[in-house]
């Protein structure tokens, strides 16, 4: 019987690394991480192939999995052409209608109004001439953070104090920003400074692990892209059943059914509070529990047999 082909979808910085960048920590978690997933793969029978998005030919796969494709946002002409292309061609993990749903945080809006605990937003549309003390006046916030609805690693993302020094050119930059692109602000929790970011990662419906991302002394943004760290944490049944509750919301809104999800929420006394629903290119963080990607893979092996590959 023919093993399935899987693309393990990356970019061209990761695809194959000169032996310098993988001894960076970074570049070398990236590949730590596909090769625990393309092993769990091996183990229910699926080959795994890394492929740069970019020059990826879908033709001899039988599914593509979006893994670290981490410069979509940089690229978002070229990788929503990328998109039109690859998602009538072969099955895609997570399914088309929810990357389309996901790569843009409008989806923080519809998980809102469903009922989610979500920080209040403001999404400032492109060209839109809206001043940021408007928008802090609306959201009643001395102090927000502001960043693209199309973005990661924290591109372009902000923390804007009303009263500070230098209000003004950050005010300049909203604007110069607002020319470009769509631009999401919230108020600033502070949460995040003490207790960190948690991250509940989901293969196939289920949590499996969570870890905690916390800040460089200095910033706010927990990425390891800005000095972030990150370290494993208890998966409390509050933090799957706030999880699990985001992730079905997510998945009655856009139509579809996630393989994998990492859900990112700040623990507050109100309760958790959802930074981020990560449905297309996570870091999953299996180097912490790799009995993870084993979920993962045996998820993917039933919904191949259901396509029929």
């Not at 924290?154 to 020319?179: K, L, M, N, P, Q």
């Not at 502070?190 to 905690?212: N, W």
């Not at 985001?246 to 393989?259: F, H, N, P």
């Amino acid at each position: 019987m023919t093993r399935p082909k899987v693309a393990l979808l990356t970019e061209s910085r990761y695809a194959d690394p000169p032996p310098a960048a993988r001894a960076d920590p970074y570049v070398a978690n990236i590949l730590l991480e596909d090769a625990i997933v393309a092993r769990a793969l091996d183990e229910v029978g699926i080959d795994a192939v890394r492929v740069d998005w970019s020059v990826f030919d879908p033709e001899g796969f039988d599914a593509a999995l979006f893994r670290t494709t981490w410069d979509y946002f940089d690229r978002w002409p070229e990788f929503s052409a990328f998109l039109d292309r690859l998602l009538p061609a072969v099955p895609v993990f997570n399914p088309a209608a929810m990357v389309r749903w996901n790569v843009d945080k409008h989806y923080l809006l519809a998980l809102a109004r469903a009922g989610v605990a979500v920080p209040p937003t403001v999404v400032v549309e492109r060209g839109e001439g809206r001043p940021l003390a408007d928008v802090m006046d609306a959201l009643g916030a001395g102090e927000v953070v502001a960043k693209p609805c199309i973005s990661g690693a924290g591109r372009r993302t902000r923390r804007i104090a009303r009263g500070a020094a230098g209000f003004e050119d950050h005010a300049a930059w909203f604007r110069r920003c607002v020319a470009e692109e769509a631009m999401l602000v919230q108020p600033f929790l502070p949460e995040v400074l003490d207790g960190g970011e948690i991250s509940v990662l989901l293969f196939d419906g289920e949590p499996t692990h969570a870890v905690r991302k916390r800040a460089r002394p200095g910033d706010f943004r927990v990425q390891d892209d800005h000095g972030g760290t990150v370290e494993p944490c208890a998966l409390e049944a509050g933090r799957a059943a706030f999880a699990r509750r985001a992730l079905a919301d997510a998945e009655r809104s856009c139509g579809a059914r996630a393989l994998y999800a990492r859900v990112d929420f700040l623990e507050t006394r109100r309760g958790p509070v959802l930074i981020e629903l990560e449905l297309v290119e996570p870091e999953l963080f299996v180097r912490f529990f790799p009995d993870g990607a084993f979920v993962l893979a045996r998820g993917l092996r039933r919904r191949l047999a259901s396509h029929g590959r």
